[in-house]
């Protein structure tokens, strides 16, 4: 007579220790649902962590949106191309990059690196913002740009929530196998004497 082959739920209830097993402790069980455990609570932060890092771009953006209004804008001619090839959308660049330049701010001259468009030509005429003090401005983000920026800014942080939520693991199923090898020993001093006594 064979045995019955193992059904796939059955050795899922093994693996996750919902089994009834007599000799399973509670700290296999506690070990068996980690991954599990951690899978769901990093689906659920998916949700959260791009709409917090949504709000804070946006909130960043208008806040340079609002102190564009008392910049001073000036014509600087570039010195040197911009690097990399032009990124479009819908024909309108929107990556920028930091290319050296020329220009003037109330009667003295000035040369530094300010944002244009990627693959700018040299000599071409571009916009620099500055602040009352003088100072080179980033420009505000377009909605392409900003949509980008909140991709990127949500791709790092659920990165980080990942490594976050692996070192938890790490440190929990240390716990478990401090505490699993702790009651290992504690019933061998139980049976170990036992044993040797019936020897």
């Known amino acids: 007579m064979t045995a019955r082959p193992t059904t796939w739920w059955l050795r899922f209830k093994r693996q996750m220790g919902l089994d009834g097993n007599p000799l399973r402790r509670r700290s296999d069980v506690i070990a068996a649902w980690l991954t599990p455990a951690m899978i769901l609570v990093f689906a659920a932060l998916i949700p959260l962590a791009a709409s917090v890092t949504g709000s804070l771009a946006r909130a960043q953006n208008a806040s340079v949106v609002r102190a564009s209004h008392g910049w001073h804008h000036v014509t600087g001619h570039l010195l040197r191309s911009a690097p990399g090839p032009a990124q479009t959308d819908h024909g309108t660049n929107t990556w920028n990059e930091m290319a050296l330049a020329?220009?003037?701010?109330?009667?003295?001259?000035?040369?530094?690196?300010?944002?244009?468009?990627?693959?700018?030509?040299?000599?071409?005429?571009?916009?620099?913002?500055?602040?009352?003090?003088?100072?080179?401005?980033?420009?505000?983000?377009?909605?392409?740009?900003?949509?980008?920026?909140?991709?990127?800014?949500?791709?790092?942080?659920?990165?980080?929530?990942?490594?976050?939520?692996?070192?938890?693991?790490?440190?929990?199923?240390?716990?478990?196998?401090?505490?699993?090898?702790?009651?290992?020993?504690?019933?061998?001093?139980?049976?170990?004497?036992?044993?040797?006594?019936?020897g």
Do not use: C
């Not at 005429?125 to 909605?143: E, F, K, S, T």
């Not at 990127?152 to 976050?164: E, G, K, N, P, Y």
């Open 102 to 198: 020329n220009w003037s701010f109330e009667g003295r001259s000035y040369h530094g690196s300010i944002p244009v468009p990627a693959g700018s030509p040299a000599g071409s005429a571009r916009i620099v913002r500055l602040d009352n003090a003088g100072v080179v401005q980033m420009p505000p983000l377009v909605p392409a740009q900003l949509a980008d920026r909140i991709d990127t800014l949500t791709f790092i942080v659920m990165i980080a929530v990942a490594m976050m939520l692996m070192a938890v693991k790490g440190i929990v199923r240390r716990i478990l196998d401090k505490r699993r090898l702790a009651a290992w020993e504690s019933d061998w001093h139980a049976v170990g004497p036992r044993w040797s006594h019936q």
